[in-house]
T-cell receptor, first 109, second 112 residues
Framework: GQSLEQPSEVTAVEGAIVQINCTYQ??????LSWYQQHDGGAPTFLSY????GLEETGRFSSFLSRSDSYGYLLLQELQMKDSASYFC??????????FGSGTQLTVLP | EAGVTQFPSHSVIEKGQTVTLRCDPI?????LYWYRRVMGKEIKFLLH????????ESGMPNNRFLAERTGGTYSTLKVQPAELEDSGVYFC??????????FGQGTRLTVV
C-alpha cells in the first residue's frame, strides 16, 4: 500500500513563491502526481513525475526524489485564483492513485 | 472531447434507501476509478476497473457497496442500504495509463 503526507495548510501573498511538500511511503511506486481542487469540485491534473528531477509547466513546477521518497509542488507568481486544495498522489503497480490528505493554499492580497 | 461525466450531481436519500451513481469515463480509457471524499477529508480510493474487470476493490468500505462496469464502458456504484456515514462526494476518474487521471465533477450524496 501507499501513504502520503503533506501539510494541511499553507498561506502566502500574491506574487510570492510557495512550495508544498509531499513525503510518501509506498511499495511498487511508479510516480507522483499533483492535483488541484477548487471548492470541492473535480480535482484537476497539474503534473506527474516518474523520474527524479524538476518538471516545469508555466508557473507550476514539480520535483521528485525517489531516493528520499519526497516531492514538492512549487507555485510561482502566486495569484488569488491559486487559492485551492492541492493533493499529491502516488501511482502504484496497480495503477490506482493514492492521495495525500491535501494542502489548503490561501493566497492573500 | 467529452470529459468524465457523473450522474446525478446531487442525491439526498433517507437512511436505508438505495442509491445508484453512474460514471461515464472518457472514451477509450480502460482505467476507471471510484473515490470518495467524506466531510472535507482526504480523497479515499474505493476501487479500480481495468476495462470490465475489478483490478482492485480494497477500498470498498463494506458489502453495502457494489460497483459494476458494463462492457468496459460506463460504471455504476450502488449503495444498498445507505447509512448516514455514506454521505460525501463520490468522484469517478478515468485514465489511459499511469500518471494523469481525469475526474468527473462528483456526486454529492447526502443520507438523512
Amino acid at each position: 500500500g501507499q501513504s502520503l503526507e503533506q501539510p494541511s495548510e499553507v498561506t502566502a501573498v500574491e506574487g510570492a513563491i510557495v512550495q508544498i511538500n509531499c513525503t510518501y511511503q509506498t511499495s511498487g511506486f511508479y510516480g507522483l502526481s499533483w492535483y488541484q481542487q477548487h471548492d470541492g469540485g473535480a480535482p484537476t491534473f497539474l503534473s506527474y513525475n516518474a523520474l527524479d528531477g524538476l518538471e516545469e509547466t508555466g508557473r507550476f513546477s514539480s520535483f521528485l526524489s525517489r531516493s528520499d521518497s519526497y516531492g514538492y509542488l512549487l507555485l510561482q507568481e502566486l495569484q488569488m485564483k491559486d487559492s485551492a486544495s492541492y493533493f499529491c498522489a502516488g501511482s502504484g503497480s496497480a495503477r490506482q492513485l493514492t492521495f495525500g490528505s491535501g494542502t489548503q493554499l490561501t493566497v492573500l492580497p | 472531447e467529452a470529459g468524465v461525466t457523473q450522474f446525478p450531481s446531487h442525491s439526498v436519500i433517507e437512511k436505508g434507501q438505495t442509491v445508484t451513481l453512474r460514471c461515464d469515463p472518457i472514451s477509450g480509457h480502460d482505467n476507471l476509478y471510484w473515490y470518495r471524499r467524506v466531510m472535507g477529508k482526504e480523497i479515499k480510493f474505493l476501487l479500480h476497473f481495468v476495462k470490465e474487470s475489478k483490478q482492485d476493490e480494497s477500498g470498498m468500505p463494506n458489502n453495502r457497496f457494489l460497483a459494476e462496469r458494463t462492457g468496459g464502458t460506463y460504471s455504476t456504484l450502488k449503495v444498498q442500504p445507505a447509512e448516514l456515514e455514506d454521505s460525501g462526494v463520490y468522484f469517478c476518474a478515468s485514465s489511459s495509463g499511469i500518471g494523469e487521471a481525469f475526474f468527473g465533477q462528483g456526486t454529492r450524496l447526502t443520507v438523512v
